[in-house]
């Protein structure tokens, strides 16, 4: 119901979560994060997925960690809690994950759309890492994701002066994977979603392991990590049909095996 702080629905293979919180801006607390957590993870088993899509509202794809619920704890409390380390379960998820940004995505609301594969943005979305002004830093990947995505000093711009960048300056930082006009964002995230959606799972999980494989190994490795999944695929039955169908000049049906 309307009390969910994550509403969950589905469209043929497209799992879509939708964060719920519209009177905090969709600020992520403890219960977004274990929802999100549970819900990616039990969406992730289903053989029936094949793409997961996360998103908000018009205003605010999430406006950052749920500020006061964190004011007042203390350091013993956070470290024994071990404070937002369970967002890291979402690098587990090995379905492939679009996020449909429009508005704020601020804080840890632009650090769970870079956990995302995708990033769809509408024409309204604006991206902040705006922790310093709060006397903190980012606390949810954003030193490292973000540098990733945009290099050393577009990322240091964004989170020593914590200032907010525009979709359309995001998109040419190379933060965002396609920008959009709003009212057509959640038609294209979609689209996106169920195109990855049809292809083969065996295929697009290990086209997802292999591209963020580029971010912990070298060069060398990571050839030879794909190269050996590329000949794996061969023992499936989508790989015989997708080379037939093209063959055939038809279009392919996967099985997903
Ligand atoms: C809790 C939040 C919130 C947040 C907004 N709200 N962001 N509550 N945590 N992160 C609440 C407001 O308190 C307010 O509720 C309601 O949502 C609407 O927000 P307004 O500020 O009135 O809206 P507006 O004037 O349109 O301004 C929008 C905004 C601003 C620019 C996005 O809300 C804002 O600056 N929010 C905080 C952004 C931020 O600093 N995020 C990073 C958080 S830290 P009430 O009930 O008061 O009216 C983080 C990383 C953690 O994410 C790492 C640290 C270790």
């Known amino acids: 119901g309307e009390d969910k702080v994550v509403l969950t629905?589905?469209?043929?293979?497209?799992?879509?979560?939708?964060?719920?919180?519209?009177?905090?801006?969709?600020?992520?607390?403890?219960?977004?994060?274990?929802?999100?957590?549970?819900?990616?993870?039990?969406?992730?088993?289903d053989p029936g997925v094949g793409a997961i899509l996360i998103t908000g509202s018009e205003k605010a794809f999430a406006a950052g960690a749920d500020?006061?619920?964190?004011?007042?704890?203390t350091v013993m409390e956070m470290m024994l809690a071990d404070w937002f380390s369970d967002w890291e379960m979402l690098e587990r998820v090995?379905?492939?994950?679009?996020?449909?940004?429009?508005?704020?995505a601020l804080g840890g609301g632009c650090e769970l759309a870079m956990m995302c594969d995708l990033i769809i943005a509408s024409d309204t979305a604006?991206?902040?890492?705006?922790?310093?002004?709060?006397?903190?830093?980012?606390?949810?990947?954003g030193s490292q994701r973000?540098?990733?995505?945009?290099?050393k000093y577009k990322a240091m711009d964004m989170i020593l002066t914590g200032r907010m960048?525009?979709?359309?300056?995001?998109?040419?930082?190379?933060?965002?994977?396609?920008?959009?006009?709003?009212?057509?964002?959640?038609?294209?995230?979609?689209a996106a979603a169920r195109t990855?959606?049809?292809f083969s799972k065996p295929a697009t999980i290990t086209a997802k392991e292999a591209t963020n494989r580029s971010f912990e190994v070298g060069l060398r490795e990571g050839l030879l990590h794909e190269r050996r999944t590329?000949?794996?695929?061969?023992?499936?039955?989508?790989q015989k049909e997708g080379m037939s169908a093209f063959r055939e000049k038809r279009a392919a049906v996967f099985k997903h095996g």
Do not use: W
């Not at 090995?94 to 704020?104: E, K």
């Not at 973000?146 to 290099?151: E, K």
């Not at 960048?165 to 979609?190: C, F, I, K, N, T």
């Open 230 to 238: 590329f000949h794996a695929l061969f023992s499936g039955s989508d």
């Open 126 to 141: 604006k991206f902040g890492q705006p922790e310093i002004k709060l006397g903190v830093i980012p606390g949810m990947g």
């Open 67 to 73: 500020i006061k619920e964190m004011e007042d704890r």
């Open 94 to 104: 090995r379905t492939p994950m679009v996020a449909a940004v429009s508005g704020f």
């Open 9 to 45: 629905s589905r469209e043929g293979r497209v799992a879509i979560l939708t964060l719920n919180r519209p009177k905090a801006l969709n600020a992520l607390n403890s219960e977004v994060m274990r929802e999100i957590v549970r819900l990616t993870a039990e969406l992730d088993r």
């Open 165 to 190: 960048v525009e979709a359309e300056e995001a998109e040419r930082m190379g933060l965002v994977s396609r920008l959009v006009p709003a009212a057509s964002l959640m038609d294209e995230a979609m």
């Open 196 to 198: 990855i959606a049809e």
């Open 146 to 151: 973000l540098t990733r995505a945009v290099g």
